[in-house]
T-cell receptor, first 113, second 112 residues
Framework: NAGVTQTPKFQVLKTGQSMTLQCAQD?????MYWYRQDPGMGLRLIYY???????DKGEVPNGYNVSRLNKREFSLRLESAAPSQTSVYFC????????????FGPGTRLTVL | AQSVTQLGSHVSVSEGALVLLRCNYS??????LFWYVQYPNQGLQLLLK??????LVKGINGFEAEFKKSETSFHLTKPSAHMSDAAEYFC??????????FGQGTELSVKP
């Protein structure tokens, strides 16, 4: 049981390049989330998917797109990377139910030059 | 709207001393509150959660937190700090759809 996995672990991009961050969970969770973590700002929600087939914007969605490929996988795409998107990105998943906590992946450290 | 404020971005304690990390929340509905810990270069791990069953919540690694509605607080404590407790700690409140609203985080240092 791997939990939540993310690929890649590290990535360096040049301004304007595109890339997709991959996330998968093997816990049969309905909901999945993408966050970015910046120093002194905690984690901020980019997009989330309450269930397979649905996605919604979070607090900081500009410059990102997502795809809920199936129940297991939720990808985050940067179409044209900008230096302001330099951050650590975390994927999380959660079982349905109001009391249930989110489980986090190990993160992807992205640098945009 | 819901929000979380963590007082103190850095807290330093001596090994064996009391750990107190402060969290205040704002919520128009009964809150579900969480504390997560992040060790260097790792993801977040759940320490404990408040789900209205009991105001004093016990978590992993000897941590506990007390929900105080009158003070809108959910402070995290541990009676005796260990070197391995050095990490960043996040308080969060759950919103619609299970979305988490995080505080800014508190980095805990433990001195030998």
């Amino acid at each position: 049981n791997a939990g939540v996995t993310q690929t890649p672990k590290f990535q360096v991009l040049k301004t304007g390049q595109s890339m997709t961050l991959q996330c998968a969970q093997d816990m049969n969770h309905n909901s999945m989330y993408w966050y970015r973590q910046d120093p002194g700002m905690g984690l901020r929600l980019i997009y989330y998917s309450a269930s397979e087939g649905t996605t919604d914007k979070g607090e900081v969605p500009n410059g990102y797109n997502v795809s809920r490929l199936n129940k297991r996988e939720f990808s985050l795409r940067l179409e044209s990377a900008a230096p302001s998107q330099t951050s650590v990105y975390f994927c999380a998943s959660r079982r349905a139910g109001i009391y249930n906590e989110q489980f986090f992946g190990p993160g992807t450290r992205l640098t945009v030059l | 709207a819901q929000s979380v404020t963590q007082l103190g971005s850095h807290v330093s304690v001596s090994e064996g001393a009391l750990v107190l990390l402060r969290c205040n929340y704002s919520s128009s509905v009964p809150p579900y509150l969480f504390w997560y810990v992040q060790y260097p270069n790792q993801g977040l791990q759940l320490l404990l959660k408040y789900t209205s069953a009991a105001t004093l919540v016990k978590g992993i690694n000897g941590f506990e937190a007390e929900f105080k509605k009158s003070e809108t607080s959910f402070h995290l404590t541990k009676p005796s700090a260990h070197m391995s407790d050095a990490a960043e700690y996040f308080c969060a409140v759950s919103g619609l759809g299970g979305k988490l609203i995080f505080g800014q985080g508190t980095e805990l240092s433990v001195k030998p």
